[in-house]
């Protein structure tokens, strides 16, 4: 397989030509002409991911124009096109990985997931992480809505005069078809860090006073783009560790094994939110 060139090495490169361009190649590669929801997911989410339906393709990454392989252990380099549970004639789009900012490819790399969910016909996406929490009543393993962010990479992947609102970025709509899912979900506000290092103990005590809940380093910076491509966002974050100075040292091994052990939970919240979207989408 011939690797396709990085776009993103281009500054000139319109990020929403590149969006279209995947999209067709989904599209072909899937037999589907559109997509309907889109997931994104992060850390600890891969197990989750095959509760929502069938499989209907897998495209590699890197035959996609705009993605690259999976840069994180525990992340999966493929595009799926899924036959929703229960709505079989509904597809998601699932994103076994995304893009980090720490990996250097910039911000319109990391918005590409989103912006070619839109070119793909989605009019609404599911963007999942793996999180440190601030908060010691949630402990790993706890699922957490995503409320409100805080931006703190310093980045964005907008351009110009792209003045997006971002008053109710975070879905209440989805956000209260999330809880009627799960009540017992709770909801927090999501700062991003850069990364790739973890916080230090002080930087997590920052972000307390800034009003953080939960510390991460993705999902903010596409919700953003989700926004201005008019994508309804829903975020759930799973508590993966305790932040820095909260609990023990943080471990990147332990981030997987605390997916594995929250699969089932995640992936049947995950797959029912998907369905009961697509069921209020067809409403
Ligand atoms: I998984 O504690 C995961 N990702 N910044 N801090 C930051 N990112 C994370 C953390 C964490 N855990």
Not at 177 to 187: K, M, Q, S, V
Not at 229 to 258: C, F, K
């Amino acid at each position: 397989m011939t690797r396709l060139a990085d776009p993103w090495a281009d500054s000139t490169t319109d990020p929403l030509e590149i969006a279209q361009q995947a999209a067709k190649v989904i599209a072909g590669a899937s037999n589907a002409a559109s997509h309907d929801i889109a997931v994104v997911l992060g850390s600890g989410w891969r197990e989750a991911a095959d509760l929502m339906g069938e499989v209907r393709a897998a495209i590699p990454n890197g035959d996609v124009p705009g993605f690259a392989p999976a840069a994180v252990d525990g992340h999966d380099g493929h595009i799926r096109s899924v036959a929703i549970a229960g709505d079989p004639e509904r597809r998601a789009l699932v994103f076994g990985t995304r893009t980090h900012l720490y990996e250097g490819r910039g911000p319109a790399a990391v918005a590409h997931t989103v912006r070619t969910a839109a070119a793909a016909g989605c009019t609404s996406v599911v963007l999942t992480n793996g999180c440190g929490s601030l908060r010691p009543q949630w402990a790993p393993g706890t699922p957490v809505l995503i409320a409100d962010h805080l931006n703190l990479t310093g980045a964005t992947p907008l351009v110009g005069p792209a003045f997006v609102d971002l008053t109710d970025a975070w879905s209440p709509r989805l956000r209260a078809l999330a809880r009627g899912i799960d009540p017992t979900l709770e909801e927090g506000v999501y700062a991003q860090f850069p990364g790739p290092q973890y916080e230090t103990p002080a930087e997590v005590r920052m972000a307390r006073v800034l009003g953080a809940d939960l510390v991460g380093m993705s999902t903010a910076l596409e919700a953003i783009a989700a926004r201005h491509v008019g994508l309804e966002v829903l975020g759930i974050s799973l508590v993966t560790n305790a932040a820095a100075g909260h609990g023990a040292p943080l471990a990147h091994d332990e981030v997987i094994a605390t997916g594995q052990a929250a699969a089932q939970r995640c992936g049947n919240l995950l797959s029912a939110i998907v369905t009961a979207i697509a069921a209020g989408d067809r409403a």
